[in-house]
Nanobody, 117 residues
C-alpha cells in the first residue's frame, strides 16, 4: 500500500513562508491529480490547490497569489510553497493523490501549520 508522507509544517509568524512536501513511498503511475487540502478546527476540509497530470493548477480564492503548488513526477512528490501566510491559514494540511480511471485515492497523514499574529 502506497503511503504519502508530508513534511514542512510548523509555526511561523504572519507574513512568513513555509514549504510543504508530500512524498509517496514508491513511484506512482497514471496520476490524475495531486492536491493539498486543509482543515482548521471546527471547519470543513477545504481544497487549497490542485495540479493535474498536465501541470495545470487551480487554487482556492483564499490562497491564490500567495501559494504555489508544484510536483516532481520522477519522485512522485508534490509541494506547496506558502508565502505571506496569515493567521487564517492555520490548519492541518493534507496531500491527496488520485490515480487511474478508477480514481484510487491516497491521503497523507497531515501536517500542522500554525500562523501566529
Amino acid at each position: 500500500q502506497v503511503q504519502l508522507v508530508e513534511s514542512g509544517g510548523g509555526l511561523v509568524q504572519a507574513g512568513g513562508s513555509l514549504r510543504l512536501s508530500c512524498a509517496a513511498s514508491e513511484i506512482m503511475y497514471r496520476i490524475n491529480v495531486m492536491d493539498w487540502y486543509r482543515q482548521a478546527p471546527g471547519k470543513q476540509r477545504e481544497l487549497v490547490a490542485t495540479i493535474t497530470r498536465y501541470g495545470n493548477t487551480v487554487y482556492a480564492d483564499s490562497v491564490r497569489g500567495r501559494f504555489t503548488i508544484s510536483k516532481d513526477n520522477a519522485k512522485t512528490t508534490v509541494y506547496l510553497q506558502m508565502n505571506y501566510l496569515k493567521p487564517e491559514d492555520t490548519a492541518v494540511y493534507s496531500c491527496h493523490i488520485s490515480t487511474g480511471l478508477e480514481a484510487h485515492n491516497y491521503w497523507g497523514q497531515g501536517t500542522q501549520v500554525t500562523v501566529s499574529s
